[in-house]
């Protein structure tokens, strides 16, 4: 047992390293939406880089964007789905490690147009709800 004890440290370290990084991501301006306000989309896409620096080690978040009005009735399809008030499409670019990230992305890939489906109630805090293409 006493000969495993230096692992224990690598560990630690393998799982600070398994945050996705968020640091030169940069945030494509939008037209002005007839449905959101500018911080709508600036807290949806908050709520985006915070669940992909979570949740996507092993990838460097490039690119995020609203994906604009013209999905207005896919937003009515995505909150009735998750039974939520209101949903909101992003689109986002990322580059993926040779590790494939979890296991389950093409490892030294780039995603392009990765959806984010986040939903919120009320004027509540928007949510995760689904992503991918």
């Known amino acids: 047992m006493r000969k495993f004890l230096w692992l224990l440290p690598v560990l630690l370290l393998c799982a600070a390293c398994s945050r996705g990084n968020i640091e030169h991501v940069q945030i494509v301006p939008w037209e002005t939406s007839e449905i959101y306000t500018d911080e709508d989309i600036s807290s949806a896409i908050d709520?985006?880089?915070?669940?992909?620096?979570?949740?996507?080690?092993?990838?460097?978040?490039?690119?995020?964007?609203?994906?604009g009005d013209d999905s207005a009735d896919a937003y009515v399809d995505w909150a009735q789905q998750f039974d939520a008030d209101e949903a909101i499409v992003l689109y986002s670019s990322f580059d993926v490690d040779d590790s494939g990230?979890?296991?389950?992305?093409?490892?030294?890939?780039?995603?392009?147009n990765w959806n984010w489906v986040l939903v919120r109630d009320g004027l509540g805090s928007w949510k995760h709800a689904t992503h991918g293409y």
């Open 101 to 112: 990230g979890d296991g389950s992305l093409n490892p030294n890939t780039t995603y392009r």
């Open 47 to 67: 709520t985006a880089i915070d669940y992909f620096q979570k949740e996507f080690g092993g990838c460097t978040l490039t690119e995020i964007r609203y994906a």
